[in-house]
Structures are given as structure tokens and as C-alpha cells.
């Protein structure tokens, strides 16, 4: 929320200036802006976004919409994690023509505390997956199946790995000369797709210094 109110308000690129940076250089009053001051007080404050453009934007949206409280920020991203929920859901339903999947996912108390509770992006990620799996598998579109995968790859760049299986699935009848030049084809129109949201910040390819960061930590989990 942090980052999301760094732009809405301070009108600051996130890819290329920390709020503790921003902060500290311009002696920022933020008695009346809890939501950034609690950015600045916590340990990603120094660090510029290791995060995708998509969910870039939608902590912009998010913040723009909290009035500088944490408390209505917090909230307006618990119930919008709950309609993603949902949707997801819904979604897992429609591709399996199964309830118990369903059940089985929307009840998971990992879920619900890791998505709902402690509100975590990728709640975000498994909606841009399975709306690529519907597109894909119920509407035969794979063109709209890249599209949501390279949404998803826009948030956590891990995403990327599914490309590959979305394509050889739609040609998987095809032989394997006619899947390579698919992949090749559909991969392009990807990048072109992950691209897009990247131009309302890039300046340079600094911009793209947070997969580095975020892939360092995804390796340093794992």
C-alpha cells in the first residue's frame, strides 16, 4: 500500500525511487498519511518494487482509493481478495465441471489465511492461471490464455513456466515440429503482451532490476 500511495499521491515511479528514499530527501510530513508511513516503517521501505507491473497497478488503484488511512486500505484489499476468491472458485468449477474442487480449495484454511487474512498478491497470480486454463480448455482461445498468463507473470514472474504447457496443450494432437513453431510463435506475442503494462513506468531497463530481486528471494526460499 505503500507503493501504491508513493505513486497515487507523490507521483513517484516506484521501479526507480524506495519511499525511504523518497522520504527522507524531501522531509515528507506524514502525520496524516498513515498508509505511507507504515511503508516507511517496515523493512521493504529501502527497496524498490521486486513486484510485476500488473500488481504495480492495482496497489496504485488500491491506495489512491484508502485517503491515506491503512486501516481503509487494508480493508478495500481484504474484500477485493475475497471477490477474487471467489471468482476463483467459481472459476475452478467451470474447468473441472467438479463442486468438490471448489469446496475443496475455497475452504482451505491456508488459502483463506494467506489470501484473505494476510491479504498476499498471489491470490491474484491463481486467478490469471485459471482464467488461462478456462480460456484455453473451455473456449479454445489461446491467444486470451497467453494474455492472462502474461498478467500473471506481470505479479510474480514464476509464471512464465506455464507458457509452454497452455501452448503443446491447444496443439497437442499437432506434431512436435508444429508445437515448436507454436511455442516460438505464441511466445512472442507474450512478451509483447507482459510488456505493455511495464510502459506506464519504464524509463530504462532498470525497470526490470525487480526480477532480479524477486528471483534472488524466490531462490533463497526455496
Not at 506524514?30 to 500488481?55: C, F, H, Q, R
Amino acid at each position: 500500500m505503500g507503493i501504491g500511495k508513493l505513486q497515487s499521491t507523490y507521483n513517484q515511479n516506484p521501479y526507480y525511487q524506495s519511499i525511504k528514499e523518497y522520504v527522507d530527501n524531501n522531509n515528507v510530513d506524514m502525520s496524516n498519511d498513515t498508509v505511507l508511513k507504515k511503508g516507511y516503517s517496515n523493512y521493504w521501505s529501502n527497496t524498490t518494487v521486486v513486484y510485476g507491473a500488473i500488481w504495480t497497478l492495482i496497489c496504485r488503484i488500491i491506495a489512491g482509493m484508502s485517503f491515506g488511512n491503512v486501516d481503509i486500505g487494508l480493508i478495500l484489499f481484504k474484500i477485493l481478495n475475497l471477490i477474487i476468491h471467489i471468482v476463483n472458485c467459481y472459476l475452478m468449477y467451470k474447468i473441472s465441471k467438479k463442486k468438490i474442487f471448489s469446496i475443496i480449495y475455497g475452504l482451505n484454511p491456508f488459502v483463506l489465511l494467506e489470501t484473505i487474512a494476510n491479504v498476499h498478491n498471489d491470490i491474484f497470480i491463481v486467478f490469471f492461471i485459471l482464467l488461462a486454463f478456462y480460456f484455453v480448455k473451455n473456449r479454445k482461445n489461446l491467444t486470451l490464455s497467453v494474455f492472462c498468463l502474461a498478467c500473471a507473470t506481470a505479479i510474480k514472474y514464476f509464471a512464465i513456466l506455464l507458457l509452454p504447457v497452455v501452448i503443446i496443450y491447444s496443439y497437442r494432437d499437432k506434431d512436435i515440429k508444429v508445437r515448436i513453431i507454436k511455442c516460438i510463435q505464441y511466445g512472442l506475442i507474450f512478451f509483447i503482451f507482459l510488456i505493455l503494462p511495464y510502459l506506464v513506468y519504464i524509463q530504462d531497463l532498470q525497470v526490470f532490476k525487480g526480477m532480479a530481486d524477486q528471483q534472488s528471494k524466490i531462490t533463497k526460499g526455496i
